[in-house]
């Protein structure tokens, strides 16, 4: 088989020294850059390598490795040679074998083909490496201390205690600890150095929080940010360990060159860690959202059905009150010239990282950060302290709305989804003390583009301050618009319309007739919609707004500013009021949501707005 990398038109290196499997997971998507920064020249060893290769390249480049020290070979595990007959491996010093199959639910044969058979078929042919220095494979923090229980015992009741893991604990973590024990062994019996690195629950980046994994404890967190988590599980001293993403990988990667490592297991986690209820709070209060109070005993969960409780029981064997040894590690980590990361920073930064990317759902997103204004939680994106530009969404929606906009209109920019709305937690203050707190520390007077309720938060800003504001964006502003139909102005009426449709339904029907160019901003609305207290505050809000006497204000309001003012509205969701105030733009072919169904459109007329107030 031709190498991918060679039909590829990057230069090729031709003597590997490193062979990685399961790159594309979480670790092994810190690993490789990591190594590559070492000088390392890394054979990627995946599944269509021919077809990922390009993508993995830019990502290695993205996180500042050298792409150009890749190559990459199909990798098979179910294969007898795994697929890796002709492959240039006479340079191949290290083998970092990280492939895992994280799934609960499966039958042992299923968990033991990947995590048993392959890794000891891999060790059999990492035998036949001239040059092999080290061997280096992950478990995970509570396998590699069952399997160290294990060895500890009598040879002739090993088997009987492995096969008790596979039915008390499941196959996934049964295949994981039976892997640790035969991997050790047959290492010793063929001479093969090795080290094993057995990591707790793997967070993000402790710099930006980033990840490719939203599964494990990032479950705890979309519980939580979803209120679905009624109650917390088992006793408060429960310790369920975490550890950054690029500790470990760094920590991995520097393994090989210290001599002493060999033949060692090494428990990767951070002490500082909070026991499990804390943990919670923590995340809650990061959220912003409540954090439950009662707590239901670990063996009633485990007696009850999943269909009843909504928990994986395999899960529930990571819940225990178990410390774990780190003293080798920490020595180990200290030679290499690591320290463990600020775990409150890092917890934070993978929270907001979970956050942005809607749990996986939304990849693409741009990267956003909680904070904390006027008492509120609020999600924000970019930096408002630097913002020409601040962006203020409508609803159904949130800050996402913008997407479209903000890729195409020049200058720093920021959004922030509105108080009790979207991703945003905890108590919605005063529209002008949230503004006011929003925009303390921005020097400058940014132009404000709002849409639909947004206009009522730029606008009080700007009556208010009105040194501060550069100008007004003002898209579909409904207080001079058709007012919302009766049936729309009662709260309770509507709340009960969108629980029956459901968000998605909903969100949809809010937007029908618009011809979306910004697909994200839908999706992201239905997301946040699904939040707990959202569906009633959206109803809340409705009635507020659509009130004749808050119209009335804005329109006084509106009237009196000294700022530049551009209107923008849609064709199909016209003024209703002669309006002398401003430049005014109609949008063909768009209704009440402009941003959404011609962005192009509506980002020219943004873009020359700021042109205009920029230049006085």
């Known amino acids: 088989m031709q190498n991918a990398h060679a039909r590829s038109g990057v230069p090729m290196q031709t003597s590997p020294d490193t062979l990685v499997t399961g790159a594309t997971g979480l670790i092994g998507r810190w690993l490789v850059p990591e190594l590559t920064r070492r000088k390392r020249n890394v054979m990627v060893l ?72 392959g890794s000891l078929r891999l060790l059999s042919w990492c035998k036949d490496l001239p040059n092999l220095r080290r061997y280096i494979f992950i478990t995970g923090y509570l396998a590699g201390a069952h399997a160290k229980h294990i060895l500890e015992a009598p040879t002739s009741e090993q ?14 973590e049964a295949s994981k600890v039976e892997e640790n024990v035969l991997v050790q062994k047959e290492a010793k019996r063929l001479g093969i150095p090795y080290t094993i690195v057995n990591p707790s629950a793997v967070i993000g980046d402790s710099r930006n929080g980033e990840t490719v994994q939203f599964i494990g404890p990032g479950d705890l967190v979309r519980d939580l940010y979803f209120g679905k988590m009624p109650a917390m599980i088992g ?36 002490q500082t860690t909070p026991r499990l209820h804390d943990l919670l709070a923590r995340i809650a209060a990061h959220l912003g959202v409540s954090c439950p109070t009662a707590t239901v005993p670990k063996g009633l969960v485990q007696a009850l059905p999943k269909a009843v409780t909504g928990v994986e029981k395999e899960a529930l064997t990571f819940l225990t009150n178990r410390q774990y040894d780190t003293t080798d590690a920490d020595a180990i980590a200290s030679k290499m010239g690591l320290t463990m990361p600020d775990f409150d920073r890092s917890l934070v930064r993978w929270i907001d990282h979970l956050v942005s990317k809607q749990f996986g759902q939304m990849t693409k997103n741009k990267p956003g950060r ?170 809340q809000e409705l009635a507020r ?72």
């Open 46 to 117: 995946i599944r269509n390598a021919e077809k990922r290769s390009k993508e993995y390249r830019e990502w290695v480049r993205k996180h500042g490795g050298d792409p150009s020290r890749l190559s990459f070979h199909e990798l098979d595990m179910g294969a007898q040679d795994l697929g890796l007959t002709g492959a240039n491996v006479s340079a191949v010093k290290d083998v970092y074998h990280l492939v895992a199959r994280y799934e609960f639910g499966l039958k042992k044969e299923e968990a033991r083909d990947i995590a048993v058979s």
């Open 159 to 172: 088997q009987a205690m492995i096969d008790k893991h596979y039915s008390d604990a499941g196959a996934y």
């Open 235 to 270: 006793r408060p001293d429960i310790f369920l360990p975490l550890v950054t993403v690029d500790f470990v990988a760094s920590f991995m990667a520097m393994l090989p060159d210290l001599p002493e490592t060999n033949q060692q297991s090494y428990w990767l986690l951070d």
């Open 370 to 539: 909680y904070h904390g204004i006027a008492g509120s939680r609020t999600f924000i994106t970019g930096d408002l302290d630097r913002a020409d530009i601040v962006f203020l969404h409508g609803m159904p929606l949130d800050s996402e709305s913008w997407n479209g906009i903000e890729r195409t209109v020049d200058g720093p920019s920021a959004r922030a989804d509105l108080p009790g709305h979207g991703r945003n937690g905890g108590q919605a203050p005063d529209p002008l003390l949230w503004m006011e707190a929003l925009l303390e520390n921005n020097p400058g007077a940014p132009l404000l583009v709002a849409h639909s309720i947004g206009c009522e938060y730029a606008l009080r800003f700007a009556h208010a301050h009105s040194e501060r504001v550069r100008g007004l964006v003002l898209i579909a502003p409904f207080f001079i618009q058709k007012p919302a139909s009766r049936f729309l102005r009662t709260p309770r009426l509507v709340s009960a319309l969108i629980r029956a449709m459901g968000p998605r339904k909903f969100v949809r029907k809010a937007v029908e007739g618009e011809h979306l160019q910004e697909t994200t901003a839908s999706e992201s609305a239905m997301a946040s919609l699904s939040r707990p207290g959202k569906r009633q505050r959206f109803a």
């Open 545 to 616: 707004v659509s009130a004749d006497t808050f119209r009335a204000e804005l329109s006084n309001i509106l009237s009196e500013l000294p700022v530049p003012i551009a209107l923008i509205t849609g064709e199909d969701d016209p003024l209703i009021m002669d309006c002398m105030v401003g430049s005014k733009h109609v949008v063909a072919n768009s209704g009440h949501y402009p941003q959404l169904s011609n962005a192009s459109v509506v980002a020219e007329i943004i873009q020359a707005t700021a042109d205009r107030v920029k230049k006085g």
